[in-house]
Each structure stands twice: as C-alpha cells, then as structure tokens.
C-alpha cells in the first residue's frame, strides 16, 4: 500500500545520506519533499503540518547539525516521529472479562470478514471466541459470517428472520453466550454506505447495552481523507477505543493509516493485509514505520512463515539441499509452503531493501499464475520423471506440455532453471553458505524454529551480496529465471 510513498521517501533520503554536511537549507529542501509525498499518500493536510513541524524543531537542533553523520540523524528523527505518529506503542486489545468486542463501520469495510477473522486469530491465541450477527438489515451478512463461522470453527448466534429491535436481540444474544463455554464475545453489526443518524441512534443504543470492553471501528484504508472523516464522526457519536484497518495489501496510497491515529488519538489494533482467514495482524507503529521507510519487517515476516510453514518439512528439504539430492517433489512441496505464505509481493515486501530489488525482476515476476504454471507443469510429470529430471527426453517434454496447458519453451525454461539449482546445490561451497544462512534463521530467538529451505531458496539462493544486506539477483543461481522469463528468453 505505501509503495509509492516509500519510492519518495526513498528518494529523498538517498540524497541526505549522500552529503557530507547538513544545513538548515538542506532540511529545509528535504523536508518540502516529504510534506509532498505525503500529501500525495492523502495524508490529512493538518497532521502533514504538525509532523513537519516536528521533525523540522528536532532536525535543526545542535546535535544533529554537529553530527559526524547527520543525514542519518536526520533519518532517525523521522523514523522516530512516524512511530510516534502511528501510535508510538503497540496497543493491546481489551480482553477482560466479559471480553465483549463491538465492531461498526460502513458497508464495504469488512466488518463480517474481520469478525472471523479476529475469532481465528484468538482462538490460535488460546481464547474460546464466540461471534454474533447484529446485521438486521442485510440477511446475507448474516449468513456470510455463518459460513465463515463454520469455516474457522467458532460458535456463532445469529438472529431470527424479521427482527428489528437491536437491543432487544442483543439481549437473546448474551444470554446465549452465557450457555457457550466462551471466554471473548465478537459483535459484528450493520453498516451503511453512508454514516446517518438512524445508523448512529441504534449503535449509540447498542454501545450503552454492552458497555464493551473494545468497540472497534473497522475501516477500508483504501478510501482515504473519507476514512478519516468517518473514524472522527463514529468517535465522536459513539466513542470507539480503537481502530482495525483493512486492504492494506491493496494500491491504495495509505494516508488513511498515517491519518487516523493522529485525528482520533485512538491506537490501530489490528491490520488486515490479504483476503484470507489468517491475514490478520496485530499493529506495530515502529514495524510500520520500518516498512515505510524502506527498512523492512522481518520480525513480522517471520512470525507469519513460522505459523504457516511445516517446520519437519520444511528442515527436512534443507536436508536434501544440503546432501544435494533435491528433486521435483521437493521444489512442489517448497511451492505449496510459499503458496500458503499468500502474495510473494507481500512477504518479500517486508525485506530490507526488497523495493530495491523488485525493480530488477522481470515484469510478472511476483505472480502468483507464474507459480502456478511451475507447479502445473511438475504436475504433468510422472514420478520417476520428477525423481530424475535426465529422463525427460524430447517426446515426454511435448507430453509435459499438453498435460499443464503450458508449451515446449515453457516446460525446456523450467528444467533449465531447475537443473541451474540443482547445479549450485551440489556446490559445496554455494551450499555450505546457504545453510550457514539457513541455520542463523532457524536458530534466532525471533524466528522460534526455522524455515527450513524456504528461508534460503528465497533469500540466499546464490550467496551473492547486494544492496541493503540483500542478494544480487545475478548471483540467484536461476531463482531469477525461476521467478519469471529472463530478458535474454523473451
């Protein structure tokens, strides 16, 4: 989402970092840039003002003028005043007892998707969630967040056809809810297109009856100054103690999570970064502020591949990297475990200096029909053939081919590419510095396990240095081909 407000920054910084002394015009220069980019991110014009006019106070100080490297200096303040500006702390959610969550908004936010999504992410926390439909008004809500109810395995109260109190459900709800072995409470309630005082009157209704622990607004970041004019209006109306922003994953240019925050002085809870069950994420301002500047979010990173990776499976591939005997079941197990990671873009986005090296890729590179094409045309091979490549002579490739939907080129690019890997993997020397990787991920305190192959065969699959920590695509060792049809192919 704040591709193109970190492409800015970015920019901007480079050009700090490369001089020698910094002067009050320099800040002065630097600092107009950053009022731009964030204007044109739809940052609210009077939180644009009162950030600027903070790091600028703290940016001309003594220390920073006389600093041995002061664009670094300067960087600093800023990373510190956009933590600061997206909530400084993590905020924790309210879960005391009775644990009830009430969640409004408009229609199209997401309110019933986030209703699951929060009951999953607390169920995995160790909670008994319990979710209750409050839309009266659209009957497939209703039924949409039953389904997702039985998809993630929580029980769920819904209303009778035809009725029309709110309060009066409500009330039949918390009396099932003291039937349920539950320990948290999710209220998801009606929306509409636009805020009216009907919708108000009955939430403000609803709010008093449940005197709730959290009432959380779920907002679509990708509706700009407009969310930021909603989450004032529902604070004001209602009294939220929190926020939960969604599409994050989106093209949206992402003024609306640097808005919020400061215009209600409420904490962002969660975000919402993809359309499945589990893209739910606790809030980090500081992590934020890190992906925005450029800095990359590997804790976050590897708090989602470590939920999602089979760790037995994923060091058992590392095995057959390192003996060198890594076939074609091994690369569709390593494809299902990055499938299920979601978006490639996503996940590889939270590296440092990922931004940097996306340019490098092929157009398409990161697309997820690429993927899959690989895995069709694995799919197409017998066993044998996919234990032992060599045999895939001329006839069997035409066979490969029909069987994927794919052609002969596409089939003769991905042996190329394969057997390229399974070159570099019989490198000792290749190997022994992609598992020394491998290991230091695998054993850190942050990543609680280990990826596995996942961690090398994406981030080290040649040992090359590149920019920022990260590798030369040059030295990928075919993962750059493997990722998408090289400029020399085309």
């Known amino acids: 989402m704040f591709s193109n407000l970190a492409d800015s920054l970015d920019k901007t910084f480079r050009n700090l970092r490369g001089v020698g002394k ?3 015009k320099n800040i002065a220069d630097s600092l107009r840039d950053v009022r731009l ?3 044109e991110a739809d940052v609210e014009l009077g939180v644009v003002k009162s950030f600027i006019s903070s790091v600028q106070e703290k940016a001309n ?9 002061p ?33 409004c908004g408009l229609n199209g936010a997401g309110k019933t ?6 009951a999953l992410r607390l169920k995995k926390e160790g909670r008994r969630p319990l979710l209750v439909a409050l839309d009266l008004y659209r009957p497939a809500a209703i039924d949409q967040l039953a389904k997702l109810a039985e998809q993630v395995q929580v029980p769920i109260f819904t209303p009778d056809p035809g009725e029309t109190d709110l309060v009066k459900t409500a009330k039949r709800a918390l009396k099932w809810t003291k039937e349920q072995d539950g320990t948290v409470v999710i209220f998801d309630t009606a929306g509409r297109q636009e805020l009216d005082t009907k919708l108000l009157d009955e939430l403000k209704a609803l709010h008093k009856f449940l005197k709730p622990g959290e009432t959380l607004l779920v907002a679509d970041s990708a509706t700009g100054q407009q969310a930021v004019s909603v989450a004032q209006t529902f604070d004001r109306e209602i009294g939220i103690s929190g926020l939960i922003l969604t599409k994050l994953d989106g093209d949206a240019r992402g003024g609306a999570a640097l808005s919020m925050r400061a215009v209600t002085g409420k904490p962002i809870k969660y975000i919402g970064e993809g359309e499945k069950m589990e893209n739910l994420a606790e809030f980090h301002p500081d992590r934020m502020a890190d ?61 440092p200096g990922f931004r940097q090296i996306k340019k490098q890729l092929p157009s398409g590179a990161l697309d997820e029909g690429r993927m899959k094409q690989m895995e069709a045309i694995v799919l197409s091979m017998t066993k ?37 890997m399974q070159k570099m993997m019989k490198s000792k020397g290749k190997m022994k510095d992609m598992m020394k990787q491998l290991s230091s991920m695998g054993d850190s305190e942050e990543s609680g396990g280990g990826m596995g192959g996942l961690g090398g065969l994406m981030g080290k699959m040649g040992g090359g240095g590149g920019r920022n920590g990260m590798p030369d695509l040059k030295g990928m060792g075919g993962l750059e081909d493997l990722l998408g049809n090289t400029k020399k192919k085309r």
Do not use: C, W, Y
Not at 74 to 103: A, R, W
Not at 113 to 118: I, M, Q, S, V
């Open 22 to 24: 910094i002067s009050e």
């Open 37 to 39: 980019a964030l204007l």
């Open 61 to 69: 100080g003594a220390d920073v003028l006389k600093s041995v490297k």
């Open 71 to 103: 664009g670094e200096q300067i960087i600093k303040i800023f990373q510190d005043e956009l933590t600061e500006l997206l909530g400084g702390d993590q905020s924790p959610i309210n879960l005391n007892p009775p644990g009830h969550i009430l969640l």
């Open 113 to 118: 998707t986030t209703a699951a999504k929060l």
């Open 291 to 351: 992906r925005i500047l450029g800095m990359g979010d590997v804790v976050s990173m590897v708090e989602q591949v470590a939920d999602k990776i089979d760790e037995k499976k994923a060091m058992s591939a590392a095995k057959r990297m390192q003996s060198g005997k890594f076939d074609f079941n091994d690369f569709l197990e390593q494809m299902k475990m990055m499938q299920s990671l979601g978006p490639l873009d996503g996940i590889l986005g939270m590296l």
């Open 384 to 420: 044998r053939e996919r234990t032992r490549p060599i045999l895939i002579k001329a006839t069997h490739r035409k066979r490969i081919a029909k069987g994927s939907g794919t052609t002969i080129l596409q089939v003769n690019q991905l042996l190329k590419q394969f057997g390229q």
